[in-house]
């Protein structure tokens, strides 16, 4: 077996163990399972329509959001999961008061 069909088949386990670690937390209840997995805030891949210089530009698009913007929307996204977690949190407690 390669290396990289090792790596792969390793991340891929974690995958589905953390999908049933996300299971477990939620519970059994499929539209808070839902919830809770778009919760997750997932910045934007630069992307570029440019056949020649296209390559150069999503790198520089990368460069520049590293240096100047992650700091700031990085603060953003992770306040934004935090919410999120707590709404459902929430929204999980509503629903066994029932």
């Known amino acids: 077996m390669k290396k990289s069909e090792y790596n792969f ?3 891929l386990i974690s ?3 953390l999908r049933y670690g996300e299971r477990a937390t939620v519970g059994e ?3 808070l399972f839902e919830l809770y997995i ?3 805030v997932v910045p934007p891949v630069p992307t570029s329509h ?3 210089y296209g390559k150069i530009i999503v790198i520089a698009k990368k460069i520049f959001t590293f240096l100047f913007l992650s700091w700031f929307t990085g ?3 992770r306040r934004q ?3 999120n977690i ?3 949190e929430t929204l999980k407690e509503i629903k066994e008061d029932e």
Do not use: Q
């Open 9 to 11: 088949r390793d991340m």
């Open 15 to 17: 995958a589905i163990m």
């Open 29 to 31: 209840d499929e539209k």
């Open 38 to 40: 778009n919760s997750r």
């Open 50 to 52: 440019r056949k020649i």
């Open 75 to 77: 603060a953003i996204s």
């Open 81 to 83: 999961e935090r919410f």
């Open 86 to 88: 707590e709404i459902i």
